[in-house]
């Protein structure tokens, strides 16, 4: 079983809020992904780490940031949420060459 | 175009029924990774391949690098291998995923 954490699992917020997704992973890998996935479409990559304070956009672009201070959390901001956020964010780790491994996912939903 | 299809979209089959789900990709690979996604929306990584065969239990994955193609079968299927099936290009070199848009199956008893 994966130790890959994300919190919250749910959340509703209006327009306009500052929210933060944590994804944290107990098993010291130094790759790490955000990835959203709208309902019944695929996932794509928004943000990407290979290791602490390395952080790399993705192929959607995205009015998220992400931060990599420590090895074992990848938090994911939004500056000021909007309806169009809603959506699905699922963080994943992996080391180099290995399957990655997926968080449960955080469903957001923004009014 | 997307870069990683899949086929079918959706599958219904009977309880013990054989099941072949295809992956077709367009870009360079080191590899290829077949993906459950259950209802509540986790996801658990059942395969990563980058030639032949692998099988796990009643499931077994083929590439065939060649053709740019990947099957997942599950052999003597049951209602709870219903999930999103889903397949993944890891582009070379890059480490970057690719996924396909999913296969919906439901298994009914």
């Known amino acids: 079983e994966a130790d890959i954490y994300q919190t919250p699992r749910y959340l509703v917020i209006g327009t306009g809020k500052k929210i933060t997704l944590e994804c944290s992973q107990t098993?010291?890998?130094?790759?790490m992904y955000w990835y959203q996935q709208d309902p019944g479409m695929e996932l794509h990559l928004i943000h990407y780490s290979y290791g602490v304070n390395s952080t790399e956009k993705g192929d959607l672009s995205s009015e998220s940031t992400v931060s990599r201070i420590r090895t074992e959390h990848f938090p994911l901001t939004l500056e000021s949420a909007r309806p169009s956020h809603t959506s699905q964010y699922l963080c994943?780790?992996?080391?180099?060459?290995?399957?990655?491994?997926f968080g449960p996912g955080t469903r957001l939903l923004v009014l | 175009k997307n870069e990683v299809e899949q086929s079918p979209q959706n599958l219904t089959a009977q309880e013990g029924e054989f099941i072949t789900i295809n992956c077709s990709y367009s870009v360079g690979i080191s590899a290829l990774h077949w993906l459950q996604q259950h209802p509540g929306g986790g996801i658990v990584s059942l395969f990563m391949l980058s030639s032949g065969k692998k099988k796990h239990g009643r499931l077994i994955a083929t590439i065939n690098i060649q053709e740019k193609h990947s099957s997942l079968h599950i052999t003597a299927s049951h209602p709870r291998d219903s999930a999103v099936y889903i397949c993944?290009?890891?582009?070379?070199?890059?480490?970057?995923?690719?996924f396909g848009k999913g296969t919906k199956l439901t298994v009914n008893p």
């Open positions: 098993m010291g890998h130094d790759k």
């Open positions: 993944a290009a890891l582009e070379g070199g890059s480490e970057k995923l690719v």
């Open positions: 994943a780790s992996n080391r180099p060459g290995e399957t990655q491994y």
